[in-house]
């Protein structure tokens, strides 16, 4: 049974700092891996997706690598900012279903 | 394009009563799905669907019902409302190709159940 866990549970760091937020799966048999940010109350905006035969991907600020052999993906944020503030959210994809990790619940202080 | 849409967006039950949560999406996309999210729990899959008249379940199916009789909807229904489905519900939508399945998700319905 596939199992996502995120490390660490939150993180707090002072505004500019550059971050990397942790994903690790079980199971390497992937479609692909995708990171989700969800704001307070909100539903869940994807920002990056990496396909199974990928090893990064980037959007702006943002770089999700993957190593599918050792089950593992990070997020790097460069120079956060407060708006940076939200919970993270990876998962990994298996026939169309997402298997998803608890999150990392980040603040960022100005 | 108004991506996935969810109604209602809140809802108040008593135990025992039944409801349906709708979710519509318009991107022709063959892959809908239900999660639940709670807290200390993340989200988990609940029912799943490949394609209209295909259905099957998820992670925690105990309680929903699901069809999918058209490719744009796929409602779930709560048969006999209980407490311990209390939770934010959230339904997704992701293309067939397996290469781009970037899933899309709805605002979710936040549902008490009393």
């Known amino acids: 049974k596939q199992e996502v866990t995120q490390i660490p549970a939150a993180l707090s760091v002072p505004e500019g700092e550059n971050l990397v937020l942790n994903c690790s799966f079980t199971?390497?048999?992937?479609?692909?891996l995708q990171w989700f940010r969800q704001d307070p109350g909100k539903g869940l905006t994807s920002l990056l997706l990496?396909?199974?035969?990928?090893r990064e991907q980037t959007s702006g600020r943002l770089n999700a690598s993957l190593d599918k052999s050792s089950g593992r993906s990070t997020l790097y944020i460069a120079a956060s900012q407060p708006g940076d503030s939200a919970t993270y959210l990876c998962?990994?994809?298996?026939?169309?279903?997402?298997?998803f990790g608890q999150g990392t619940e980040l603040s960022v202080k100005p | 394009n108004a991506g996935v849409t969810q109604t209602p967006k809140f809802q108040v039950l008593k135990t025992g009563q039944s409801m349906t949560l709708q979710c519509a999406q318009d991107m022709n996309h063959e892959y809908m799905s239900w999660y639940r999210q709670d807290p200390g729990m993340g989200l988990r899959l609940i029912h799943y669907?490949?394609?209209?008249?295909?259905?099957d379940q998820g992670e925690v199916p105990n309680g929903y019902n699901v069809s999918r009789s058209t490719t744009e909807d796929f409602p779930l229904r709560l048969l006999s409302a209980a407490p311990s489905q209390t939770s934010v519900y959230f339904c997704?939508?992701?293309?067939?190709?397996?290469?781009?399945?970037?899933?899309?998700f709805g605002p979710g319905t936040r549902l008490l159940v009393l």
């Open positions: 997704a939508s992701s293309p067939r190709d397996r290469r781009q399945e970037t899933q899309y």
């Open positions: 998962a990994v994809s298996q026939g169309g279903k997402l298997i």
């Open positions: 199971d390497s048999a992937i479609y692909n």
């Open positions: 669907s490949v394609g209209a008249g295909i259905t």
């Open positions: 990496i396909q199974s035969s990928q």
